[in-house]
């Protein structure tokens, strides 16, 4: 059989999430360039942080440079929306056509509650409350936690929820509410049947089909992996999807083949049948990835464990959860992707008010040189990334090596 290189790996890898085209050679930033890359990487990571713009935001970003962020909102709450907020990998943005995969985890809900879903309903149902807020959401419209009194609640053991927010999450998760806008972030929740446009299949899958479209799902977007991180991209585990896996593999859907990992170490991994001809372009050296970028730490590319290790030989962190102390890169650091390569990372801060983007701090990994190539693509990146920002100054507090800071804010 053969062994792939590890140049190849990375550039399907990249290729599958749409990270290989060159600065310069993006799409237009219009709806539909949004919404070709969210539909094909399947669906985006939502997250509170916003040391820079959240990471939902970021991760179209890095694929396709600056484009308004109103472009995207409106594919999720505006009258033509396409994607919608739903549960995949995490809390995530997901093509309106795959709702129906949504619905075997909310008949699960509703009809076999965990713990921490009985805990909610036996302090609400007593009050009557759930189906008071259902009520009112019909009479009045779209509502958000703010709309309702809190009765003097200060809030229990989960997160601190008042009953309000924690009947609006039960009911968005039972399937009867939507997100119908974001307020300041706040989540604005509407009934389903007002909310799911018409041409929306709702056929429901069994869970069977649910895992197996998820497992196909995420080999295809991931280019190349092992076999349990199929299952990793939509936080499978691995009894789940191992079973499917090996129904693909039957069926020639998923092909085993085998590659050479960062650390030189031959591996046993799969693709998906449609990428299989983007591999062997790799191996001739006819597909090559020319992308500088930013990653958010939720990037989909990471999503997969270990994968950054693997494939590039990569650690990243993310250390928000960490104590100061306890820190070696720095609060909210973004990989940086240098062609098929990962070859350093930075810890911003935007300070919105005087239109500034600090580098708190600024790292090349161990053996990559600043040469000027480097520099002028990162140079080129931060410009663009400081343009979706409207920042207008750059400040670089720390960088090591400290001449690669001293080039680059010579470049910029």
């Not at 009934?191 to 069977?208: H, N, Q, S």
């Not at 499917?244 to 050479?260: A, F, M, S, Y």
């Not at 990989?335 to 239109?355: A, Q, S």
Request: net charge positive.
């Amino acid at each position: 059989m053969t062994i792939y290189p590890n140049s190849a790996l990375r550039a399907v890898a990249l290729r599958a999430q749409h990270l290989h085209s060159a600065n310069g050679n993006e799409s237009t930033p219009t709806p539909d360039a949004l919404y070709h890359v969210i539909n094909q990487i399947g669906c985006v990571q939502i997250d509170t942080l916003h040391m820079v713009r959240r990471s939902q935001y970021l991760v179209p970003w890095s694929r396709i440079g600056t484009y308004a962020p109103e472009l995207f909102d409106d594919l999720i709450f505006g009258p033509e929306r396409h994607l919608f907020e739903g549960w995949e990998h995490a809390a995530t943005i997901i093509p309106l056509a795959e709702y129906r995969f949504q619905m075997p985890r909310q008949r699960d809900l509703r009809e076999h509650p965990s713990n921490w879903y009985n805990r909610w309903l036996n302090d609400l149902v007593q009050k009557d409350f759930v189906p008071q807020v259902r009520e009112r959401i019909r009479r009045e419209g779209a509502l958000k936690v703010s709309n309702f009194e809190s009765d003097g609640h200060k809030g229990g053991t989960w997160w601190n929820w008042r009953p309000a927010k924690a009947a609006l999450e039960l009911l968005y998760a039972f399937g009867e509410l939507m997100i119908a806008n974001r307020d300041k972030f706040q989540r604005v929740y509407d009934l389903t049947e007002r909310l799911l446009p018409k041409w929306v299949d709702r056929r429901e899958p069994t869970v069977e089909e649910r895992d197996r479209f998820w497992v196909e799902r995420g080999a295809k977007a991931l280019g190349i992996c092992t076999a349990r991180q199929a299952g990793d991209y939509t936080w499978m585990k691995v009894t789940k999807s191992r079973p499917q896996v090996e129904i693909l593999l039957k069926e020639g859907i998923l092909l085993p083949v085998k590659g050479k990992l960062a650390d030189g170490k031959t591996a046993d991994l799969i693709i998906h049948r449609d990428n299989l001809p983007l591999l062997e372009q790799a191996a001739d050296g006819a597909l090559e990835a020319g992308r500088t970028t930013f990653l958010s730490p939720f990037d989909n590319l990471f999503w997969a464990a270990r994968r950054d290790e693997m494939f590039w030989g990569f650690h990243k962190a993310l250390e928000c959860y960490l104590p100061a102390s306890k820190r070696v890169y720095g609060y909210f650091c973004l990989p940086i992707l240098h062609n098929d390569r990962l070859v350093g990372r930075f810890d911003p801060k935007l300070v919105r008010k005087t239109g500034t983007l600090i580098l708190r701090a600024l790292y090349l990994e161990p053996g990559i040189k600043a040469g000027e190539e480097l520099v002028h693509d990162i140079a080129g990146a931060l410009r663009d990334f400081m343009a979706f920002h409207e920042a207008r100054e750059l400040v670089i507090e720390h960088s090591e090596p400290a001449s690669f800071g001293r080039k680059l804010m010579k470049a910029i």
